[in-house]
């Protein structure tokens, strides 16, 4: 397991960030030093804390932002912190410390569903209302989770970009960000399961864990399309992975022989949509889904979260649908093209 320590400024893993910030294609100016507080809400007004899987992905900076920009129309102190890597041990070190400086609610995107199911249950003993974002714990850890496009949506898009571009047959593989992140499971389920239904001849041969970074998402294609000449194609179905995956493919000049298909935040994929080496990428809008996050929360702290209506007001977003008791859909996922990419700013 990856050694990560939770983000000091001015400290020695300052540097790992702005590298890490850099190849992501973020600005400096879009990682707040603010929005990383040590936790100590204020006195007046509700306070919730919005914890994403690590601080330094473009996604999740830009989720902050629609936070903040929900926790000021409601009147609510928004708290945003998390590891700098996707590690569940400091994600729960920083849950409890939340809980002790008396946050009213916690929004959570999960690096594991089972593993981080304790601290959530110890902050709902104390009446803390909590929920869920992006990626899910365990139903009995949380009351709602807010789900940003439908696992069926998202897995459909993804394969329908990658028949476009590699046909309907041959070998393939797929790179996930995580082992354990229920959504990248899910998405996972549902490639393998398109392809079952409606593709048998598009073999997947393997899956590789890409550990939610680029260099290392690099690494094992570069290896994998060196001792498999014959791929057609790589799905991704995690978005620092697919920057990996996509030098990858340009190290090995294999622009418009291996089709890359996969989760894309704009931001990062837009220089390799450009060039050609990645055709399209399938996303949301982070900054709408920090923005319903907070509004779900809200809804949990006035009481007027209530699935038998069958939605949730969540602001300029209008009412979002219930899917199910426990389940919020945030909407359709978008696609990333060279003609619409310029379009997106997060």
């Known amino acids: 397991m990856k050694k990560t320590v939770e983000f000091q400024p001015g400290g020695q893993q300052s540097a790992h960030l702005t590298r890490r910030d850099a190849l992501l294609g973020a600005t400096s100016g879009l990682f707040a030093l603010t929005t990383l507080s040590a936790c100590k809400p204020r006195k007046e007004g509700k306070v919730v804390g919005m914890i994403p899987k690590f601080t330094s992905d473009p996604y999740f900076i830009a989720a902050n932002q629609g936070g903040?920009?929900?926790?000021?129309e409601l009147g609510l102190t928004v708290e945003y912190n998390g590891p700098v890597d996707a590690n569940v041990t400091s994600q729960a070190n920083i849950i409890d410390r939340m809980v002790?400086?008396?946050?009213?609610?916690?929004?959570?995107?999960?690096?594991?569903p089972d593993a981080l199911a304790p601290a959530l249950l110890r902050a709902a003993s104390k009446g803390i209302k909590v929920s869920t974002w992006d990626a899910d714990v365990r139903p009995d850890a949380r009351r709602v989770f807010l789900n940003q496009a439908s696992f069926e949506a998202i897995g459909q898009s993804i394969v329908?970009?990658?028949?476009?571009?590699?046909?309907?047959?041959?070998?393939?593989?797929l790179v996930?960000?995580?082992?354990?992140?229920?959504?990248?499971?899910?998405w996972s389920g549902e490639i393998q399961k398109q392809l079952a239904q409606n593709y048998p001849d598009m073999r997947i041969k393997t899956m590789l864990?890409?550990?939610?970074?680029?260099?290392?998402?690099?690494?094992?294609t570069l290896n994998y399309l060196r001792a498999n000449p014959g791929i057609k194609g790589v799905f991704v179905v995690d978005g620092i992975s697919t920057i990996g995956v996509a030098e990858a493919v340009e190290q090995l000049g294999l622009q418009g022989k291996v089709t890359i298909s996969g989760i894309g935040v704009p931001s990062s994929v837009r220089p390799y949509i450009k060039k050609g080496t990645v055709k399209s990428a399938v996303l949301w809008n982070p900054t709408d889904i920090g923005y319903a996050a907070i509004y779900i929360a809200n809804a949990q702290l006035n009481g007027t979260l209530d699935p038998t209506s069958g939605s949730v007001s969540a602001g300029r977003l209008g009412k979002l649908s219930f899917v199910s008791n426990d389940v919020v859909l945030l909407g359709p996922p978008l696609v990333f093209t060279a003609d619409n990419i310029d379009q997106y700013k997060f």
């Open 160 to 173: 329908d970009i990658m028949v476009r571009g590699a046909g309907t047959a041959g070998d393939f593989l």
């Open 68 to 72: 903040q920009e929900a926790g000021k």
């Open 209 to 220: 864990d890409g550990n939610e970074d680029i260099e290392k998402a690099k690494n094992i």
């Open 176 to 186: 996930v960000g995580s082992l354990t992140a229920t959504n990248m499971i899910a």
């Open 100 to 112: 002790r400086a008396g946050v009213d609610a916690l929004a959570v995107c999960a690096n594991d």
